[in-house]
């Protein structure tokens, strides 16, 4: 089994910063892309930012300049560093991961339980 373990989320004054961090464990041959989404009440969870296994990323319109996606291989782990918080960021983020477990197998997505981040105004 595979799990995905968030950490990092909390209630924020708008202009603050935080960090996220999710940590992949379990029978894991290689990860693929990763990302975090984000689902705010009476909305659909959107993409926030992807990050491949080579470093690429994207990033949705609305957090450009002010979100930063990374990831460390070594401990299977995607970070998202949120700075310049709005209360239109308000939502639970979830994190994601394209999971294969064995050589030449196929890549499953995986999802962690989520984590509140709340911004005040």
């Known amino acids: 089994q595979v799990q995905l373990v968030e950490s990092g989320g909390g209630l924020v004054q708008a202009g603050g910063s935080l960090r996220l961090s999710c940590a992949a464990s379990?029978?894991?041959?290689?990860?693929?892309?990763m990302g975090w989404y984000r689902q705010a009440p009476g909305k659909q969870r959107e993409l926030v930012a992807a990050i491949t296994s080579g470093g690429s990323t994207n990033y949705a319109d609305s957090v450009k300049g002010r979100f930063t996606i990374s990831r460390d291989n070594a401990k299977n782990t995607v970070y998202l560093q949120m700075n310049s918080l709005k209360p239109e960021d308000t939502a639970v983020y979830y994190c994601n991961a394209d999971v294969r477990t064995r050589f030449s197998g196929p890549y499953y997505p995986k999802w962690g339980q989520g984590t509140q981040v709340t911004v005040s105004s």
């Open positions: 379990g029978i894991i041959f290689s990860i693929n892309n």
